[in-house]
Nanobody, 120 residues
Framework: QVRLEESGGGEVQAGGSQRLSCAAS????????MGWHRQAPGKQRELVAA??????NYADSVKGRFTISLDNAENTVYLQMNSLKPEDTGVYYC???????????????WGQGTQVTVSS
């Protein structure tokens, strides 16, 4: 069984910084990709950033402000968020595309979400 444990988040003033982390644990063979999505009140969940061993991908709204990184040895993904804006407010969900010993195939997993609130 796979578990994604998120940490970080909370309230910060506009212009400030926060760092989110998400550690994957369980019978993991390999990490194919990890990423962060967010859902603002009344809006659909959207991709913020994603990372594989070969590449990174960012939403246009966060390019130049957010940095995603992956510690493959620790199965942990980080999201460094700088120059935060009120519109960055939302619940941030960790997502992982993993291959496990149990299934032997790739599957998607989601964390419980962590609230990020940026006040103006």
């Amino acid at each position: 069984q796979v578990r994604l444990e998120e940490s970080g988040g909370g309230e910060v003033q506009a212009g400030g910084s926060q760092r989110l982390s998400c550690a994957a644990s369980g019978d993991i063979i390999s990490i194919n990709a990890m990423g962060w999505h967010r859902q603002a009140p009344g809006k659909q969940r959207e991709l913020v950033a994603a990372i594989t061993l070969a590449s990174t991908n960012y939403a246009d709204s966060v390019k130049g402000r957010f940095t995603i990184s992956l510690d493959n040895a620790e199965n942990t993904v980080y999201l460094q968020m700088n120059s935060l804006k009120p519109e960055d407010t939302g619940v941030y969900y960790c997502n992982a595309d993993l291959t496990t010993y149990t299934s032997g195939r790739r599957s998607d997993y989601w964390g419980q979400g962590t609230q990020v609130t940026v006040s103006s």
